[in-house]
């Protein structure tokens, strides 16, 4: 048992050096640097590189890996945070996971994606108090933290810019006033954070013995939920959340497996942020809603086709495709086809309703076990299991997401993210109903009058069909009194609710709808394939949606049928490795939201540009005329901790 909390220890040791890098970027600028992790993954990948490759000692390795990640991070305020300062604070986050993307992939291309041995320059099994088995690399791993952070709190409290970083958090434009560089403030802290960031990731990959560049996400994300659960902008509540997620996830691994890990952590995470929305140090966060999606990526109007233009795409979707396309060809078609199922009703939710959901992945893949295990277990046809699946993906999903929707800024949007990973960890840890990670093989493709389909052709066709169905009921609810009433949702939540609009329920509704599209993608995934496990429901996938309905428009559903083509078809037909990829999606992501945040398919106009320098518009003018409050984008009123005693954040 000893020997658990030492290794909770050490593990939570590194959480809390990446976690505080988090905490100290938001509570400056104001940004979920999802990137961050990332930075932890390159750091480590450099650390190898400058020893086993280049042969340099230990100390000289570090100190170059910290410098490096220090002007990463420079280079991360400086191309997605900087440029998009008065924009909506959503903007920044999205910019920051299209970062995240490139960095990723990136560090895949240049050092190669197989596992290495990490160099043992300090023994890491050397040591032995009573039964406890340690090495040099813990107490120094440990003592490093511990100077790290009283150093970082000296000087958050005495140095003449961590008085400033103090000051910016607080509030940025009485700094600004009072003389205070806030532009180079916030580089400082992305600067300093990214190079705790790449200090963490050598000492893990010591700590391990192995690195790649993708051995960093989970502990990447790990540290980032020990921020939100301590108190984003807390160093103090970074700290302990990191050493207290690290222990608990220990003792939980030690008694119930390694497959039970990531229900640990994200479970702990909604459990945190529904009982204490802000954190465990943290203060209430004067942002109520999700930072106003609509009024940046909603600025412009969505193209509309007329009925002749409708017709054609219909008569090439339906006809020409099938008869002229080969099998290769429409086996891709359906897989862009599956994905715009999920994309479409996701624009009434982000679009829409102005919340961004980081955990799609969720609905995915309860609608493809729950339509799998319909079909096996049940011997339901898988035509019929196909849509009580997505009822059932709805009902659970938006079950088990209902206490969230009374969050706010982007508490919301990380405990989507949350759902995304809890639902997989409960799917790999059902190993008596869903074989864990073995998967669920044959389960049966669907059927019609007796005829099983099996062709690329007949899928597709099929696939279609749902297709149409999603861009039906996505069409009508925009056109119906429940069209506005979102709008007014994603427009300014505060003037929505003193009009009497309820913004949770209608969040809900709007989530639930997508669920159910989503829960009925993957149930066709599931037949189409034959096989299904919880390795194929990843974030990425989630990810991927988002960056569709931003390609193609937030508020457009025929802009993500648009965009679902260009990031899935393309690069299928084009057969581009999975790296490049995803490279390419993080780039196009980070391009759309620099200079074309309303989408690729959506007509600019006048107001868009208004929008994106910051302007309200119309809709917050009438809410205040209504007596809603100033509807202007607020800030979290919030402090970096300057002692590790307990200040509030």
């Not at 205070?180 to 990214?194: D, E, K, M, T």
């Not at 939540?493 to 989530?511: C, E, F, N, P, T």
Request: hydrophobic letters at 55%; aromatic letters at 8%; charged letters at 10%.
């Amino acid at each position: 048992m000893i020997e658990t909390f030492i290794a909770g220890l050490i593990h939570g040791n590194s959480y809390a050096l990446v976690a505080v890098g988090v905490s100290l970027v938001f509570g400056v600028a104001n940004v979920v640097n999802f990137a961050h992790g990332s930075v932890f993954g390159f750091g480590a990948m450099l650390g190898w590189w400058f020893i086993a490759v280049l042969g340099w000692s230990f100390v000289p390795a570090v100190l170059a890996v910290v410098v490096a990640t220090g002007i990463l991070g420079l280079i991360i305020n400086a191309v997605a945070v900087k440029p998009l300062s008065k924009a909506p604070p959503i903007a920044a986050l999205l910019a920051t996971f299209a970062v995240s993307m490139v960095l990723d992939n990136l560090s895949q291309i240049i050092f190669g994606p197989e596992v290495r041995a990490f160099p043992a320059v300090i023994p890491t099994n050397n040591l032995r108090i009573g039964g406890i088995t340690f090495g040099t690399s813990d107490v120094v791993m440990l003592a490093v933290t511990l100077v790290v952070m009283v150093t970082l709190a000296l000087f958050l409290r005495f140095g003449r810019y961590g008085r400033a970083i103090r000051a910016t958090a607080q509030d940025p434009d009485a700094a600004r006033q009072m003389g205070v560089p806030v532009g180079r403030v916030q580089a400082l802290s992305f600067a300093l954070a990214s190079s705790l960031g790449g200090l963490a990731g050598v000492f893990v990959a010591l700590y391990t013995s192995s690195v790649s560049p993708t051995s960093h996400v989970l502990t990447g994300m790990i540290a980032f939920v020990a921020a939100t659960i301590g108190g984003l902008g807390s160093i103090t509540g970074a700290v302990v959340a990191g050493f207290v997620l690290g222990i608990v996830e220990a003792y939980g691994v030690y008694w119930f497996g390694e497959g039970i890990r990531d229900l640990i952590t994200f479970g702990a995470l909604l459990v945190i942020l529904v009982v204490r929305p802000y954190g465990l140090f943290g203060r209430k966060s004067a942002i109520a809603t999700e930072p106003m999606t609509g009024t940046f990526f909603g600025g412009g109007h969505a193209l509309r086709l007329g009925k002749k233009t409708l017709i054609a795409l219909a008569v090439t979707a339906i006809v020409l495709i099938p008869a002229l396309a080969t099998a290769p060809f429409l086996a891709v078609a359906y897989q862009v086809v599956l994905m715009a199922i999920v994309a479409v009703p996701l624009t009434l939710l982000s679009g829409s309703a102005g919340q961004v959901s980081l955990g799609q992945v969720a609905p995915l893949a309860v609608g493809a076990y729950a339509s799998a295990l319909l079909s096996m277990q049940l011997n339901l046809p898988p035509l019929l299991a196909i849509p009580l699946a997505g009822l059932v993906s709805a009902l659970l999903v938006t079950l088990l997401t209902l206490p969230i929707w009374r969050l706010g800024g982007h508490y919301i949007s990380i405990a989507t993210l949350g759902v995304g990973y809890v639902v997989v960890a409960i799917i790999r840890a059902a190993e008596p109903v869903t074989r864990g990670a073995y998967g669920l093989p044959g389960i049966p493709a669907p059927s019609l009058f007796g005829h099983t389909l099996t062709l690329p052709l007949e899928f597709y066709l099929l696939d279609l069909l749902f297709l149409l169905l999603a861009l039906w009921v996505t069409m009508r609810i925009r056109k119906s009194h429940l069209g506005p009433t979102l709008n007014s949702v994603g427009a300014d939540q505060v003037a929505a609710r003193s009009l009497g609009v309820r913004a949770r329920d209608y969040k809900a509704l709007a989530y639930a709808v997508a669920a159910f599209f989503a829960g009925i993608s993957g149930a066709l995934m599931a037949h189409q394939n034959g096989y299904i496990d919880p390795s194929l429901f990843v974030i990425a996938t989630s990810v991927l949606a988002l960056t569709i309905i931003v390609l193609g428009g937030m508020n457009s559903p025929l802009g993500a049928v648009f965009g679902a083509v260009v990031l899935v078809g393309l690069p299928e037909l084009l057969r581009v490795t999975p790296d490049v990829r995803i490279l390419g999606y993080g780039l196009l992501l980070l391009l759309i939201v620099r200079f074309r945040p309303q989408g690729l398919f959506v007509r600019s106009d006048k107001r868009a540009k208004n929008d994106r320098d910051g302007d309200a518009g119309d809709d917050a003018a009438a809410a205040t005329t209504a007596g809603a409050v100033d509807a202007s984008p607020a800030r979290p009123e919030v402090t970096i901790d300057t002692n590790l005693e307990g200040a509030r954040a």
